[in-house]
């Protein structure tokens, strides 16, 4: 009976170690660097900025972002063509292994449309990034001043 018993505890403690290695696994993506611009008065959008870091040795996708500042926030890039600066959509951003991606004004960056409320300099913004290997990183990014 004891030994029945003793083995009980043992599978247990070991499932309850498992579960919380699980709990503390550190994910390959980090996100630095990152902050929302400042809304112009009169308008609803903006943009945000960060830069991605991939530390797996795959490629890993941006597919999707959400924040519950918006129902519409979508994945832009600045280009030149003909003399002109153009912006497009560009649905996602793929992060190569062992790399980063800089999201930065006059680049690839977030658009983010139909605010829900001005986005006002030094309030922090909730959002989800949501990548192709079934991660959701949720960071807390400041608002900057619009230059």
């Known amino acids: 009976m004891r030994n ?3 083995r009980k ?3 247990l403690f070991a499932l309850l170690f498992g579960m919380t290695s699980n709990v503390y696994a550190t994910s390959p993506i ?3 660097d990152g902050y929302i611009k400042a809304s112009i008065p009169g308008t609803d959008i ?6 991605i870091n991939n530390t797996s040795d795959e ?10 500042i918006s129902d519409r926030i979508e994945i832009h890039e600045h280009s030149m063509a003909d003399g002109m600066m153009r912006m497009r ?3 996602e951003i793929t992060i190569k292994a062992n790399s980063k991606v800089v999201l930065q004004p006059s680049g690839l960056h977030l658009m983010i449309f139909s605010l829900k409320q001005p986005m006002k300099e030094k309030i922090v913004i909730p959002l989800t990034l949501k990548f192709s290997n079934k991660t959701n990183i949720k960071i807390q990014l400041p608002v900057r ?3």
């Open 145 to 147: 001043k619009y230059k």
């Open 30 to 32: 980090t996100v630095t």
């Open 59 to 68: 490629a890993i996708t941006l597919q999707k972002v959400s924040s519950t």
């Open 9 to 11: 505890v043992s599978i």
């Open 46 to 51: 903006t943009a945000a900025y960060m830069t």
């Open 89 to 91: 959509e560009v649905g």
């Open 4 to 6: 029945i018993h003793y």
